[in-house]
């Protein structure tokens, strides 16, 4: 059973770099028949893509959103998770951020817990 | 950048009903629809991928549909369980969108 574990803290003061961690479970973050991909959702319940990573042989990794340009995603294979950076954070950070499984098939079908972030002084 | 907007964003409807949510891509695209449930501070849960395959697990009473801009999903005998907002999502093309949501109350 794959589980995917997300850790992290809850509250970021403005202008520093938020860091999320999703730990895999059943899977392996190098797998070659899966990709990862961070998204957030806003307190008025939209959801947002952040970004993804997989592994062909190769790392690939892609960003998108309004965010893109203060994003870092990144693997770590020894512990067998992945992370995301929000750099230069603001209010407009604030938002409930998952950690989801893509298999090659397109079902999103793994989600991390969720891990609730807010942005103040 | 494919958009998705879906519609309604909320409706109320009876036990034993039939619900229809639609969502409406700004391009076309094939095969890389999903349907997600999400209930108040739980992550969103897989129904349907590739447009109308039921995941593993999910109650024959929901069913997906649809080509080209035009997805929808229905709920058949609609159950107190169903209580949840729903979102479409393509992974057709990156960045993945997903609709604005639909929240279904009894």
């Known amino acids: 059973q794959v589980q995917l574990q997300q850790s992290g803290p809850r509250l970021v003061k403005p202008s520093q770099t938020l860091s999320l961690t999703c730990a895999i479970s059943?899977?392996?973050?190098?797998?070659?028949?899966?990709?990862w991909n961070w998204v957030r959702q806003s307190p008025s319940g939209g959801l947002e893509w952040l970004g993804r990573t997989y592994f062909r042989s190769k790392w690939y990794i892609y960003y998108g959103g309004s965010v893109q340009s203060r994003l870092v995603i990144s693997t770590d294979t020894s512990q067998n998770h992945l992370s995301l950076q929000v750099m230069s954070v603001t209010p407009e950070d604030t938002a409930i951020y998952f950690c989801?499984?893509?298999?090659?098939?397109?079902?999103?079908?793994?989600w991390g817990q969720g891990t609730p972030v807010t942005v103040s002084s | 950048d494919i958009q998705m907007t879906q519609s309604p964003s909320s409706l109320s409807a009876a036990i034993g009903d039939r619900v229809t949510i639609t969502c409406r891509a700004s391009?076309?695209?094939?095969?890389?629809l999903n349907w997600f449930q999400q209930k108040p501070g739980k992550a969103p849960k897989l129904l349907i991928f590739?447009?109308?395959t039921l995941h593993i697990g999910v109650p024959s009473r929901f069913g997906g549909s649809g080509s080209g801009t035009d997805f929808s999903l229905t709920i058949n005998n609609l159950q107190p369980e169903d209580i949840a907002t729903y979102f479409c999502?393509?992974?057709?093309?990156?960045?993945?969108?997903f609709g604005g949501g639909t929240r279904v109350e009894i």
């Open positions: 391009q076309r695209f094939s095969g890389y």
């Open positions: 999502q393509q992974g057709y093309e990156a960045p993945f969108s």
């Open positions: 059943g899977d392996s973050v190098s797998s070659q028949i899966a990709a």
């Open positions: 989801a499984r893509e298999s090659t098939d397109g079902r999103w079908d793994y």
């Open positions: 590739s447009v109308s």
